[in-house]
């Protein structure tokens, strides 16, 4: 398992040194933090439940796809979007402007268009790393918004 947190872990904190990726810092999200924050959480959160579950996954396209699950770039208050509205179009927009930033695999981009399933009902995640990250968006947001602490 050493080589596969390995390459985890190396794929992720590659991308974290990506400018385009340090702007997620700008956009406020779930009480307090921000999208940086919250999808980097979700990374490390897809991750472990792969361990705990034994699944056999790619290492490389978890990283990219749970890490840029949220790479939506704008703030939701200013946008004037209700929390309804955002949850059914931010997948969209951030499969679309990470594809355009990162040249994303199709695995990686249902990943993200997959995250918020079943409220995206016609986009549920295809692959285990997209049902992960689906879990773990939702474990994640839940702890920061109905708790507010993560």
């Not at 904190?13 to 956009?27: A, S, T, W």
């Not at 509205?85 to 249902?110: I, M, V, Y």
């Given at each position: ?13 590659r ?21 940086l924050s ?112 993560y």
């Amino acid at each position: 398992m050493t080589n596969s947190r390995e390459r985890f872990f190396t794929e992720l904190n590659r991308l974290l040194l990506d400018p385009k990726v340090k702007r997620m810092k700008e956009f406020p999200q779930h009480f307090g933090t921000n999208t940086l924050s919250h999808s980097i959480k979700v990374a490390e959160a897809s991750f472990r439940l792969a361990e705990k579950l034994g699944w056999d996954i790619d290492e490389r396209e978890l990283a990219r796809g749970a890490l840029l699950h949220d790479y939506y770039l704008y703030d939701i208050k200013a946008e004037g979007l209700t929390p309804y509205r955002h949850g059914t179009s931010h997948p969209g927009k951030a499969a679309e402007n990470a594809g355009r930033d990162f040249g994303l695999t199709p695995n990686e981009l249902n990943i993200i268009r997959g995250h918020m399933w079943p409220l995206t009902l016609f986009s549920p995640p295809r692959s285990k790393e997209a049902a992960l990250v689906c879990m773990a968006d939702k474990y994640v947001a839940s702890k920061e918004m109905i708790l507010r602490k993560y």
